[in-house]
Structure formats: structure tokens, C-alpha cells
């Protein structure tokens, strides 16, 4: 069997997504999963579109052993320069140009004609095979340019030096039989395909991404593009996860092959989610939450009877923790340890002690504990220790008579105890402006504010996700506990965390 080449791009186009923006510490936590999922390309950023990029990239270079590490940036000669300067550490680099190829790009945006695009195409792939010998060269709205010229334009990067030539679906505009013979086309008409890899990268504006992605492999294309849980822009990318389990349920279909550790999906996809705070829909394919839940009566009997009945795919192959545990109130340090290694989370001693106590306070008001509150609960700590401002304590009085007030103690970066109280139109309103006046942002503007249950029962864990935005970009918080106000409080203190983090390394360059 060939193997295909899984390139993942959450960390550069998910980011780009509305709202998906991710600190520099949580795109290098993506990208060691990333690494022990096995993709083999992580496009880790467009380093010269914001100094956070450029840092995150140079982490993730230096750390990353195993996969390709992929800068993305324009054709400009300025701008390959600097994004090697960002890459240049990683064992494997990549240098992956992007370009526009259509005339709607090329007449409204660039203002540009297609012989002024190849100059600039083979140019920069030139500069770029100077640093390195793996070049990726986009042609940008592929679906949408002209067969012939598109034809040209590849065979002249290749004679260049590009080593994978990409074809975007960049609007998500193609269509399955269609994008395939686009592919075949591809073949049959530039005379050098064959010193290239040929790529694709589908978006999903018309819910295609995945069929789109899989036509073209089925088409020699061997290397696809997307992204965990499907994020990116507008309506996100082709979903890595669906692509994978595809390739892999029906091989005898694609006779293709991945390096995908499929056991360590759900962990990547929950944690895409958790950082992102980009939502999985419960009928997702694959992750979502009913993927793998039968209701019906007599899907429940064919699944008692056989789970091959109703189930093409065991929720073991993806790393669903087998049997969902419960732990309770005399469940021991040992037992609590022991699920922990089980969902694959391995503490510190330090960690393991917080994490156990929040859990004892846990089980003292919530009868049982599950899988996934123990996701919730480890999370939780994870933020609250890499936030710089910390929710010492927080006390609320509401209802239908009084006025809503909240007074608020939080721990600074210096160690001091700081308190203030606040009133608002709500306890979550009271809540948001005590914590404005402990850390003043000016310009913060809370956008989103949403609350979901980690699992049904009145007694069971709320996670909030709060969106705020400050010059003109948008930063998540996230927050849990059995109270929604102190999970309010918690997601906000983490969402101004976030804006002073993502201000500091601005403010480095
Ligand atoms: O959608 C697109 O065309 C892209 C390119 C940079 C590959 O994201
Ligand atoms: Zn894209």
C-alpha cells in the first residue's frame, strides 16, 4: 500500500479561525500531540503575520524531532527570508509558499497578471531552495483558475525546485467527480509532475472538504491537508481525523496507508477543542460526542448482539478510554492515579496533588465522578497554572431583589493578594467588572459567553467559554467548576491572561 502524507495545519489555518486564537505555550502543547498522533508535516504558523507565530515556530522547530516542521508565507522574497529565520532549527524544515492562481485573485486582490505570478512563484522558490531542500509551493484558489494556466504555473515552480506542489480548494467551491478529473488533469498535463508530490487542501464551505480530500487521493494525490476537528477558516478545513479513519476503515477501498497513531485522536481532538474553545458538534463524525452512542431500541439490541451490527468502527481504534469508570467520594489517591495514567494524562507529583484534591472536592458535592469530568478537572488546573493572574476567591449575592454583587480576590504575577468588589446588571456582569478592576485592559469587550454541562445531572460540572476582544483580536478563556459563577470568574481571568500573554510577546519584537 502507498502511504499518504498527513500534513495538519491546525496550528496555522485553524488558527485563522474566528476566535481560534491560541497562545504560544498552547500551540507548542498542540504540536507535542501532534507529534505523538504521527502526522508527518505541522505547519507550525505564518511567522511573518505576527511575532506570537514567529516565537511559536521557533519552539516548535527546536523541540520537534520526528515530524516535518512547515513555515508558511507569501511569495515575497522578504518574507521567505524571514520565515526560515523562524524555522530554521527544525531537524526536517519545510518552506511552503503560498501564491494566488485564479483571475478573480489575480484581477480584484492582487492586481497582478499570470506572468508576473510565475516570476514571483519561481523566485521565491528559488530563495527558498537556498535554505532548504523541502519547498511546498500553494497555488491559492486552485479550484477556481484555469486548467492551462495552472498547468504552467506548476510545471515552472517544480523546474524551480518545489519538491510538494499544493492545489488549494481554497473556497471550497469543487466538487467531488470534478475535483478528481482536475487531478487527473494535473497529471496528464505538467511534464515535470512527477518530480513533486501532489497536495491538496480542501475547505469546507459546502460540506465537501473530507470527500473532496479523499476523491483527490483516489486521483495520485499523496499528501493531504487539514486540520484536527475540522477548524479553519469560514467553515474550517477537511477534517484530518474523518480523512484518517477513512483511509483506514476502508482500505480496501483507497489501498492507502497513513502513519496516524489512530489511539491518540480523541486525546488530539479534545485538546484542539479544549484550547481552541471550538466546540465539537455532538454528531460529528468521528470525535463527536454521539459518534459512538446508540438510542434507538433496536440499534441497542443489534449492538448487544454484535457491535458489528450497527458500529463500523470500534471507539477503542481512536482512544476512547474503554468502560467509562466512575470514581466516588472513597475513591483513593491510588484509584485516582491509575485513571489518570488510564486517559493518558501523566502528572508531576505536584500536579497529581492538586489535581487529586480538586477532584475530593469534587466527589464531596457530585456522586460520581467520570471520565470526563477528570478531563475537566485536569484542564482546569492546567490553565489556572499557567495563567499569570490567579482566582484566589470569589464571593457572589444575587437574585430578583437585591443588587448583583461580586467581590473577588485574585493572586497577582508579584504573589499580592488583590480584592475588589463590584455590582453589575447580573452576578456574571458583577462578576467580569471586580475582575476589569484588579486587571485593567483597557478596550477589553467581552463578545461570547456560553456555559456547557461536561455531563448530564443537575450536580454536574459547568464549563464556560468566555470570547473577549482587544485591538481587534479575539482571545478565549475557559473555566470549570460546580458553581457557573466561579467557572464565569475562572474563564475571565484566563481570557485577560491570554490578552497579557499574546501583549507581551508583541511587545518583545
Ligand atoms: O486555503 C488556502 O488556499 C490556504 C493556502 C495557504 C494553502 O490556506
Ligand atoms: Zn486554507
Sequence with gaps: MEKVTIFDTTLRDGEQAAGGTLNVQEKLEIARQLEKLGVDVIEAGFPVTSPGDFEAVRLIAKELRTPTVCVLTHAIIDAVDQSWEAVKGAKQPRIHIVLSSSDIHLFYQLRKNRDEIVKMSVETVKRARKYCSDVEFSAMD?????????????EAVIAAGATTVNVPDTVGYAMPPQWGQFIDNIFKNVPNIHQAVVSVHCHNDLGLAVANSLEALKHGARQVEGTINGIGERAGNAALEEIVMALKTREDFFNLTTGIDTTQIYKTSRLVSELTGFAIQANKAIVGGNAFRHSSGLHIDGMIK?????????????????GSLVLGKTSGRHAFRERLAELGYNLSDEGLSRAFAAFKELADKKKNVTDRDIESLVAQDKRAESDAYKLDRIQVTSGDRGIPTSAVTLIAPDGKFKSEAAVGTGPVDATCK?????????????????????????DAIGEVLIRVESEGLSYTGRGAHTDIIVASARAYVNALNRVISARKINSIK
Design 306 to 322: 454484535d457491535a458489528k451490527t450497527y458500529q463500523i468502527i470500534d471507539p477503542k481504534t481512536i482512544g476512547i478510554p474503554a
Design 142 to 154: 486552485a479550484s477556481r483558475t484555469e486548467p492551462e494556466f495552472m498547468y504552467r504555473l506548476l
Design 434 to 458: 471586580v475582575i476589569d478592576k484588579i486587571i485593567k485592559i483597557p478596550g477589553i469587550r467581552l463578545t461570547e459567553f456560553t456555559v456547557n454541562s461536561v455531563t448530564e445531572g443537575i
